[in-house]
Nanobody, 127 residues
């Protein structure tokens, strides 16, 4: 089983940037597709970004498309979420997640596809 630990959250002004990291351990990272989700106070968890097991294709939520970029380094068992042009509405706890995947090209958008989750990291964007 894979364990995930996020880091890199913090407080940033609107228009600024943050880079979140997700460290994976305890499993074969290349066997998992990966995703990022977020949850703001009083709201449901929201899809942010996902990439396939092959790490050669990504998908983004409409609210972050063009501003966020997801990547992963299989050799280092790391995933990343580069967040640029941040807005106050991006304030949330951000979670990375992993989904065991038989198919290298499949990208999972729905959170119920993910069996492994990190503890989350807080991102706060001030106006």
């Amino acid at each position: 089983q894979v364990q995930l630990v996020e880091s890199g959250g913090g407080l940033v002004q609107a228009g600024g940037s943050l880079r979140l990291s997700c460290a994976a351990s305890g499993g074969t990272f290349r066997s998992y597709a990966m995703g990022w989700f977020r949850q703001a106070p009083g709201k449901e968890r929201e899809f942010v970004a996902a990439c396939n097991r092959n790490a050669d294709s990504e998908m983004y939520g409409d609210s972050v498309k063009g501003r966020f970029t997801m990547s992963r380094d299989i050799t280092k068992n790391m995933g990343y979420l580069q967040m640029d042009s941040l807005k106050p509405e991006d304030t949330a706890v951000y979670y990375c997640a992993a989904a065991a995947s038989l198919w290298g090209s499949t990208i999972y958008r729905k959170e119920d596809a993910y069996g492994y989750w990190g503890q989350g990291t807080q991102v706060t964007v001030s106006s």
